[in-house]
Every structure is written in C-alpha cells, then in structure tokens.
C-alpha cells in the first residue's frame, strides 16, 4: 500500500518548532565530524528536533520505507503485532513494542532513543 504524506496544516494558529538542519553531505571532508557532533548536540540540548539531509536517501525510498510501516503498524491487529516483540535486551532492533514503556528517571525531560541494526551473521 503506498505511503500519502499527511497535507501541510492551513491553520494559521499552530506554533512550529525550529528545525535544526544537520546536512551530511560533507561527512567525510576534514572537521566534518566533529563540526556535525557539535550541531547535533546543541540540537538536541537547546532546541529538542532536528532534521538530517544529505544522506543520499532518495525520496522514493522513504516513502518506500514509510509504505512498509504503514502496513505493519496500522493494519495488523494488536494480537498479531504482540507475536513479534521486540527485545531491546537481546540486541534486537525490530518487532512491536507496547505504547508504554517506564524507562525510569533518566534525569532528562526528553529523550532521544536510537537503534543499531547490525548484520545477522
């Protein structure tokens, strides 16, 4: 089932949130690194969202990716989703997780939760 974005908001009322451009597409040139680790930081620090562009994903393949998400997480049932649980202990980084989790105090107001997908081998 293909993937429809969601049309731009028409409502003069809603406040946006800056979004902090984090461009890779000079990742391997001098500094780089460590100018994006800088930008990134403050992002997460002063603004809480950011966008990455210059990774070289073309669009096609995002809406590609968001059609197979789409599919699993809006037109399986529950049940079926419950059969396939993901187990962050076990270095896994796929299947269903319930919508409640505590992660307990963190000591942070948000939090910003990234996965590793490593090769099967």
Do not use: C, W
């Not at 969202?49 to 994903?57: Q, S």
């Not at 197979?68 to 962050?88: G, M």
């Amino acid at each position: 089932m293909p993937y429809s974005r969601p049309p731009l908001t028409t409502n003069p009322n809603i406040k946006y949130a800056p979004l902090v451009e984090i461009n890779l597409s000079n990742f391997d040139e001098p500094g780089e690194k460590q100018r994006l680790a800088n930008q990134l930081f403050e992002a997460v620090r002063d603004v809480g969202f950011y966008i990455v562009k210059g990774h070289g994903i073309t669009d096609e393949e995002v809406l590609e990716i968001l059609a197979i998400a789409n599919t699993y997480f809006h037109n399986l049932s529950l049940e079926e989703k419950r059969k396939n649980p993901i187990d962050l202990g076990a270095g896994q980084s796929f299947g269903y997780r319930e919508p409640t989790r505590y992660f307990g105090d963190t000591g942070i107001k948000e939090q910003l939760e990234t996965v590793l997908i490593l090769p099967l081998s």
